[in-house]
């Protein structure tokens, strides 16, 4: 458990990603099995077992501390874990040396007279004699064995197996035998608050690395693991058989594609090798279905990293009756038409799935690749024949919740420019206003997970773009700490005495280059004119103030923001240096794109008092 | 009838005032009479007419503020006891840093020990603390939490080596105090072995060169050149802790952010800051050793000065010690001692 600790905490400390993947391969490789195993199930969010309450943690301290002194530290340190770690009383005293020490004597140099200081007060602040208060009194000849110290594997399975009532005993225990650091990540993993500073990405990649595995080939077997994941990591060493994936519907990671940046990029590309098809404004997901050893058909629903969301979705996992795996927009269909990512959006955030929620979000897959049909893998498959096989899986399925997501027909770039513009006029219609662009995929192309360069494609739609005004300035992180990299901006708007006013309409800390940087974090140098910790406000009104350009994918409502409205994907496309405050661009800008999205069929009455 | 507490020490707008010796200990606004405990710039202030204290507090000042940083200047010398008015008076060594005293008050057989800001843990550039049994000790709670509690310095030291053995190729950007914090690093560096030049920013030039001619050994400590800042792969830089995150820290070579002080035991501070190595090195007492002192001290009353007063105060009653809180304003930075961003590197010593 030390070592679990002491690796969470450098990564807490640690902003860089090399860096962090180097200390999880010094720890996976270092650590024997099942004790890396269970880090590992901590770190992807894998464990499961009964949660220590807020409540019973205060109570195990507030035994051993004044509860005074614990609420004073607990409200200056702000975190009920590290407080407690910090604050626990060690029982490793060394009996008899206080009484050894001269209280008269200055403090020497030497570090042993002050080994007694470290039991003292503070953790005796129970005036009634205490647990602290025998502890010190027991003298010297006292032997009490050293506290076990907990491996992580004893941590977990202890928490899965005990008692409600055994549970604080446990803890004590455990708090006693670690160290502060150890301490600190117990807590967190108790709490279900382990938020370490790795992603579930991260952690697997570092496995991989130690058998020179791209992440991908760890996704491939994942889900059909289970902690502590012996298997895998004999595999990843070299010691063992690739896992078989016991799931009969695993996911697969997906193939991603390159943006176009600007038309002269297709100059490189032959339009006759390439297929096109909308780009929809969805969520990415994976459609997998198959038999289990009992011949019962398992469905499952995958977002784009691998994370297991049939749960939220039983209206599309019904549909999923095929034996194979689909690759596919996830979107709210009403009447037949797409309805814009606000819809989606509204159906995403819901935390329980109501029959309500279902009828009035129905989700859709519009299809785009396959993966596997009846058993096989076609992944190896050129696009063309993959496409093929698609149609053909579809065509049979032939379910209202998914359908086939169409070819765009073109011969040159112009003409595909011409679609890319007007949707609505090539064959999208009325779905239009949920096209985000065309996606280019090279007609020979196998399926690949990652990002390969060159068969896939996207080329977005323009962006929308506003001119805003600079209002406030914050401090970036890791290698932009220094500098004021991320800017609230606003527009103007009628406000409540009748005079314009600036409101913030978001936020953007990309968009410029490492020069215009420096010119911004000056700009904002001297303009600051209050401070809030690490925000700046600057100069901003009709005279005075900075007009930066933001380019944008989308508006959507915010209850966040005070003008309303939230811009998705902001970003800083030009500094405007040139251009007065007065002339920036107003928040119903905004709300007309906001409008435009929101043309959407309503599901009948119940929605709008809702709204 | 003996003399009480109050009638040898008040506290008056400009800080701690006794009436019978017509002076003032440590006070945050001009007088015409000061006694200083050290040299930080919230104790030590310019612009007093006559000015007690230690001959390094009084260099410590001079190098500050200039020679004419008061009227007139005259040296305490440790132990020895002095007449002023009405009232004896001694200094005392509080082990917080080079030349830093406590003041004892004495008339009639009464005694209040004033003890400035004070630390138990060794400290090889300044002298040791001293236990001076009084009636009423009056103390700081910087640290004044059970959440508190310093390491081991070589420990923290060694964590910064290591850092270095492990990425030879960063430069090592450390935070201090630039009087205190910085030199006892350096001593610590050297104690562990460190030979290589332990690089300085401008803002700790002129205290360092101080220390050394004070007797204290800091080996080679060149001013960082801004143009060679790049080239110091694998360096060790002391500089003030506004700027370690400041643009001037950038240039090094993929900087690692270290930052010594107390403050760094609580995480989320060390992440507020950016702090990637975060050094628990503090040159005030922590709680286990504000406690034991108050005990050895043995004093029928306590006063707390600045810090986390309300704890303190709050175990001095759970021992039946009898306490109040001072709420003295002017010192460490609102008892937070978080240097602010802005400020300037030469007023930021002062804190933790």
């Given at each position: 458990?030390?070592?679990?600790?002491?690796?969470?905490?450098?990564?807490?400390?640690e902003?860089?990603?090399?860096?962090?993947l180097?200390?999880?391969?010094?720890?996976?490789?270092s650590?024997?099995?099942?004790?890396?195993?269970?880090?590992?199930?901590?770190?992807?969010?894998?464990?499961s077992?009964?949660?220590?309450?807020?409540?019973?943690?205060?109570?195990l301290?507030?035994?051993?501390?004044d509860?005074?002194?614990f609420?004073?530290?607990?409200?200056?340190?702000?975190?009920?874990?590290?407080?407690?770690?910090?604050?626990?009383?060690t029982?490793?005293?060394?009996?008899?040396?206080r009484?050894?020490?001269?209280?008269?004597?200055?403090?020497?140099?030497?570090?042993?007279?002050?080994?007694p200081?470290?039991?003292?007060?503070?953790?005796?602040?129970?005036?009634?004699?205490?647990?602290t208060?025998?502890?010190?009194?027991?003298?010297?000849?006292?032997?009490?064995?050293?506290?076990?110290v907990?491996?992580?594997?004893?941590?977990?399975?202890?928490?899965?197996t005990?008692?409600?009532?055994?549970?604080?005993?446990?803890?004590?225990?455990?708090?006693?035998?670690?160290d502060?650091?150890?301490?600190?990540?117990?807590?967190?993993l108790?709490?279900?608050?382990?938020?370490?500073?790795?992603?579930?990405?991260l952690?697997?990649?570092?496995?991989?690395?130690?058998?020179?595995h791209?992440p991908d080939?760890?996704?491939e077997?994942?889900?059909?693991?289970?902690?502590?994941y012996?298997?895998?990591?004999?595999?990843?060493?070299?010691?063992?058989?690739?896992?078989?994936?016991?799931n009969?519907?695993?996911?697969?990671?997906?193939?991603?594609s390159?943006?176009?940046?600007e038309?002269?990029?297709?100059d490189?590309l032959?339009?006759?090798a390439?297929?096109?098809?909308?780009k929809?404004?969805g969520?990415?997901?994976?459609?997998?279905?198959?038999?289990?050893r009992?011949?019962?058909?398992?469905?499952?629903?995958?977002s784009?990293?691998?994370?297991?969301?049939?749960?939220?979705?039983?209206?599309?996992?019904?549909?999923?009756?095929f034996?194979?795996?689909?690759?596919?927009?996830?979107?709210?269909?009403?009447?037949?038409?797409?309805?814009?990512?606000n819809?989606?959006?509204?159906?995403?955030?819901?935390k329980?799935?109501?029959?309500?929620l279902?009828?009035?979000?129905?989700?859709?897959?519009?299809?785009?690749d396959?993966?596997?049909?009846?058993?096989?893998?076609?992944?190896?498959?050129?696009?063309?024949?993959?496409?093929?096989?698609?149609?053909?899986?579809?065509?049979?399925?032939?379910?209202?919740?998914?359908?086939?997501?169409?070819i765009?027909?073109?011969?040159?770039?112009?003409?595909?420019?011409?679609a890319?513009a007007?949707?609505?006029?090539?064959?999208a219609?009325?779905?239009?206003?949920?096209i985000?662009?065309?996606?280019l995929?090279?007609?020979?192309?196998?399926?690949?997970?990652?990002?390969?360069k060159?068969?896939?494609?996207?080329w977005?739609?323009?962006?929308?773009?506003?001119?805003?005004?600079m209002?406030?300035?914050?401090?970036?992180?890791?290698?932009?700490?220094?500098?004021?990299?991320?800017?609230?901006?606003?527009?103007w708007?009628?406000?409540?005495?009748?005079a314009?006013?600036?409101?913030?309409?978001?936020?953007?800390?990309h968009?410029?280059?490492?020069?215009?940087?420096q010119?911004?974090?000056?700009y904002?140098?001297n303009?600051?004119?209050?401070?809030?910790?690490?925000?700046?406000?600057?100069?901003?009104?009709r005279?005075?103030?900075?007009?930066?350009?933001?380019?944008?994918e989308?508006?959507?409502?915010?209850?966040?923001?005070?003008s309303?409205?939230?811009?998705?994907f902001?970003?800083?496309?030009?500094?405007?240096?040139?251009?007065?405050?007065?002339?920036?661009?107003?928040v119903?800008?905004?709300?007309?794109?906001?409008?435009?999205?929101?043309?959407?069929?309503?599901p009948?009455?119940s929605?709008?008092?809702?709204? | 009838?003996?003399?009480?507490?109050?009638?040898?020490?008040?506290?008056?707008?400009?800080?701690?005032y006794?009436?019978?010796?017509r002076?003032?200990v440590?006070?945050?606004?001009?007088?015409?009479?000061?006694?200083?405990?050290?040299?930080h710039?919230?104790?030590?202030?310019?612009?007093h007419?006559?000015?007690?204290?230690?001959?390094?507090?009084?260099?410590?000042?001079?190098?500050?503020?200039?020679?004419?940083?008061?009227?007139?200047?005259?040296?305490?010398?440790?132990?020895?006891?002095?007449?002023?008015?009405?009232?004896?008076?001694?200094?005392?060594?509080?082990?917080h840093?080079?030349?830093?005293?406590?003041?004892?008050?004495?008339?009639?057989?009464?005694?209040i020990?004033v003890?400035?800001d004070?630390?138990?843990?060794?400290?090889?550039?300044?002298?040791?603390?001293?236990?001076?049994?009084?009636?009423?000790?009056i103390?700081?709670?910087?640290?004044g939490?059970?959440?508190f509690?310093?390491?081991?310095?070589?420990?923290?030291?060694?964590?910064?080596?290591?850092?270095?053995a492990?990425?030879?190729?960063?430069?090592?950007?450390?935070?201090?105090?630039?009087?205190?914090?910085a030199?006892?690093?350096m001593?610590?560096?050297?104690?562990?072995?460190?030979?290589?030049?332990?690089?300085l920013?401008?803002?700790?030039?002129?205290?360092?060169?101080?220390?050394?001619?004070?007797?204290?050994?800091?080996?080679?400590?060149?001013?960082?050149?801004?143009a060679?800042?790049?080239?110091?792969?694998?360096?060790?830089?002391?500089?003030?802790?506004?700027?370690?995150q400041?643009l001037?820290?950038r240039?090094?070579?993929?900087?690692v952010t270290?930052?010594?002080?107390?403050?760094?035991?609580?995480?989320?501070?060390?992440?507020?800051?950016?702090?990637?190595?975060?050094?628990?090195?503090?040159?005030?007492?922590?709680w286990?050793?504000?406690?034991?002192?108050?005990?050895?001290?043995?004093a029928?009353?306590?006063w707390?000065?600045?810090?986390?007063?309300?704890?303190?105060?709050?175990?001095?009653?759970?021992?039946g010690?009898?306490?109040?809180?001072?709420?003295?304003?002017?010192?460490?930075?609102?008892g937070?001692?978080?240097?602010?961003?802005?400020?300037k590197?030469?007023?930021?010593?002062?804190?933790?």
């Open positions: 458990m030390n070592d679990f600790a002491h690796l969470l905490d450098r990564l807490a400390y902003p860089r990603r090399n860096a962090k180097r200390l999880l391969k010094d720890f996976f490789t650590t024997p099995d099942p004790e890396r195993g269970w880090a590992l199930a901590a770190m992807t969010g894998n464990l077992f009964r949660e220590a309450k807020p409540a019973m943690i205060r109570a301290v507030e035994e051993r501390v509860p005074v002194l609420g004073l530290s607990r409200n200056y340190v702000g975190d009920l874990a590290e407080t407690v770690a910090l604050i626990w009383p029982p490793t005293v060394i009996p008899g040396r009484e050894a020490s001269n209280p008269e004597s200055t403090t020497g140099h030497d570090g042993t007279s002050r080994i200081s470290r039991v003292d007060p503070g953790f005796s602040p129970l005036a009634s004699p205490g647990m208060g025998e502890r010190r009194d027991a003298g010297p000849g006292h032997n009490n064995p050293p506290p076990d907990p491996t992580l594997s004893d941590v977990v399975e202890t928490l899965a005990t008692a409600k009532k055994d549970l604080p005993r446990h803890l004590a225990n455990w708090l006693d035998a670690l502060e650091t150890g301490r600190w990540a117990l807590l967190k108790v709490t279900g608050n382990l938020r370490v500073g790795v992603s579930a990405r952690a697997k990649t570092a496995v991989g690395a130690l058998g020179g791209e080939a760890i996704e077997v994942w889900h059909g693991l289970e902690a502590p012996e298997s895998l990591f004999a595999w990843v060493e070299g010691r063992g058989e690739r896992p078989e994936t016991l009969p519907a695993p996911f697969r990671p997906p193939m991603l390159h943006p176009i940046e038309e002269a990029d297709l490189k032959d339009p006759a390439f297929s096109a098809e909308w929809w404004d969520i990415r997901v994976q459609l997998a279905g198959g038999r289990d009992d011949g019962r058909q398992v469905a499952k629903i995958y784009r990293t691998g994370e297991d969301i049939t749960g939220a979705f039983p209206d599309l996992a019904e549909a999923i009756t034996e194979g795996a689909i690759d596919g927009e996830l979107l709210i269909l009403r009447e037949h038409r797409v309805q814009s990512f819809v989606l959006q509204q159906r995403l955030n819901r329980a799935v109501t029959p309500k279902l009828e009035e979000f129905p989700a859709h897959v519009r299809a785009y396959v993966f596997a049909d009846e058993g096989e893998d076609l992944r190896a498959l050129p696009f063309s024949e993959r496409r093929k096989a698609l149609e053909k899986l579809i065509g049979h399925l032939d379910h209202a919740r998914i359908d086939l997501s169409p765009v027909p073109f011969a040159t770039w112009p003409d595909l420019a011409a890319r007007d949707p609505a006029s090539a064959g219609g009325e779905d239009a206003d949920a985000e662009g065309v996606m995929k090279r007609l020979d192309s196998v399926y690949q997970p990652g990002r390969p060159g068969p896939w494609w996207k977005k739609r323009e962006p929308f773009v506003v001119d805003a005004v209002m406030y300035a914050q401090r970036g992180h890791g290698k932009r700490s220094s500098f004021y990299s991320d800017y609230t901006f606003g527009c708007r009628e406000g409540e005495a009748g314009d006013e600036l409101v913030p309409v978001g936020k953007a800390y968009g410029f280059t490492d020069a215009e940087l010119k911004l974090d000056r904002v140098r303009h600051t004119t209050k401070r809030f910790g690490p925000v700046r406000e600057v100069a901003y009104g005279e005075a103030g900075l007009v930066l350009e933001i380019a944008f989308g508006v959507q409502r915010s209850t966040r923001h005070k309303g409205v939230a811009m998705r902001p970003r800083v496309s030009r500094i405007r240096w040139d251009k007065p405050p007065a002339e920036a661009d107003r119903e800008a905004l709300e007309r794109i906001l409008e435009r999205g929101e043309r959407e069929i309503a009948g009455e929605m709008e008092t809702d709204a | 009838m003996p003399i009480s507490a109050s009638e040898l020490l008040t506290l008056t707008r400009e800080g701690l006794c009436p019978l010796g002076f003032h440590d006070p945050t606004w001009p007088v015409e009479r000061a006694l200083i405990t050290h040299g710039a919230d104790h030590a202030r310019s612009g007419g006559e000015v007690l204290a230690t001959p390094e507090t009084l260099r410590i000042m001079a190098v500050r503020y200039g020679e004419d940083f008061c009227r007139s200047r005259q040296e305490a010398c440790l132990g020895e006891p002095m007449r002023i008015g009405d009232v004896t008076v001694r200094f005392a060594p509080a082990g840093v080079l030349g830093s005293a406590q003041i004892a008050i004495e008339k009639d057989g009464k005694r020990v003890s400035g004070y630390k138990r843990a060794p400290d090889p550039t300044c002298l040791p603390f001293e236990v001076v049994p009084c009636d009423v000790f103390t700081e709670a910087t640290f939490l059970p959440v509690v310093h390491p081991d310095t070589r420990g923290e030291v060694r964590k910064l080596l290591d850092s270095v492990l990425f030879p190729e960063r430069a090592h950007i450390v935070g201090a105090y630039a009087l205190g914090k030199q006892r690093v001593a610590l560096l050297r104690e562990e072995g460190w030979d290589r030049p332990i690089h920013h401008g803002a700790m030039e002129k205290l360092t060169e101080l220390y050394k001619q004070e007797g204290i050994p800091l080996g080679e400590t060149p001013k960082v050149v801004a060679e800042r790049k080239d110091l792969h694998g360096a060790i830089v002391i500089c003030p802790p506004s700027s370690i400041d001037w820290a240039k090094f070579p993929d900087p270290a930052f010594a002080s107390g403050w760094m035991r609580v995480r989320a501070r060390a992440r507020q800051k950016g702090v990637e190595l975060p050094l628990v090195i503090s040159d005030h007492s922590d286990p050793d504000l406690c034991r002192t108050i005990r050895e001290i043995g029928e009353e306590v707390v000065t600045h810090g986390q007063e309300d704890a303190l105060v709050h175990w001095c009653g759970t021992q010690i009898k306490a109040k809180p001072l709420h003295m304003l002017g010192y460490g930075d609102d937070e001692a978080e240097p602010d961003p802005g400020a590197p030469e007023m930021e010593e002062a804190s933790a």
